[in-house]
């Protein structure tokens, strides 16, 4: 059965300090990895997509890269800004179906 | 500026009652999803369609649940009877799949559901 585990379920920094978000996942055909942010009271935001082993992307104070099993979202130096829960979505070929782990929650003080 | 509608945005009823929560995906999307989120389970996938058809609802109750695309601009999601442990948001999220180079889901603002 297709699974998505995000760690830590919370997670508070300090402005500056960096730090990494992780998820592993077991899905059966995978067709990308999907990182979104989600706001307090608003619907999740596209961030990066990621297909295969060794794949990085980057925006601004994100970096997301893939393994087989799992995947890293890599904050530097972040800002209170970036105070938001952040989720992972695998989605499978054949059908698209695409589900999501539980969310890390960022608080990022000043 | 394209985005999915969803509404109610609110939506407060007494269990037992039928709730209809309805999505307007963005114009030429051919996938919609329905997702729930609480704070314990968190994002639950419960239904999704491509180009209108069913392709996978396991994610929801058979008995109360239901879930329909009339037409390429509306999805439905509908509980009856309603009860407490479906206080929930429901997210509806559109997308093209497969097209688009990053495969991302649009999502709507979601309608927050009390029962009680």
């Known amino acids: 059965e297709d699974q998505v585990t995000q760690s830590p379920e919370a997670l508070r920094l300090q402005e500056g300090e960096s730090s990494s978000l992780n998820c592993s996942y077991t899905v059966s055909g995978l067709r990308g990895l999907f990182w979104y942010r989600q706001d307090p009271g608003k619907g999740p935001e596209f961030l990066f997509t990621?297909?295969?082993a060794g794949e990085e992307k980057e925006k601004e104070r994100l970096k997301a890269t893939l393994t087989k099993k799992e995947s890293f979202l890599h904050i530097t130096a972040p800002k209170p800004e970036d105070s938001a829960t952040y989720l992972c979505a695998v989605q499978r070929t054949g059908g698209f179906k695409t589900i999501f782990g539980a969310g890390t929650r960022l608080f990022v003080k000043a | 500026d394209a985005r999915v509608t969803q509404t109610p945005r609110h939506k407060v009823t007494e269990m037992g009652q039928e709730v209809t929560m309805r999505c307007q995906p963005i114009l030429g999307h051919n996938t919609v999803f329905w997702y729930r989120q609480t704070m314990m389970q968190g994002l639950e996938l419960l239904a999704y369609?491509?180009?209108?058809?069913?392709?996978?609802d396991s994610g929801m109750p058979k008995d109360r649940f239901s879930a329909e695309m009339p037409d390429a601009t509306l999805a439905t999601l509908k509980i009856q009877p309603s009860e407490p442990r479906d206080s929930a948001v429901y997210f509806c999220?559109?997308?093209?799949?497969?097209?688009?180079?990053?495969?991302?889901?649009?999502f709507g603002e979601g309608s927050r559901l009390t029962v009680l």
């Open positions: 999220a559109s997308g093209l799949v497969p097209g688009t180079v990053t495969g991302e889901l649009f």
């Open positions: 369609f491509r180009n209108r058809a069913p392709l996978d």
């Open positions: 990621l297909y295969s």
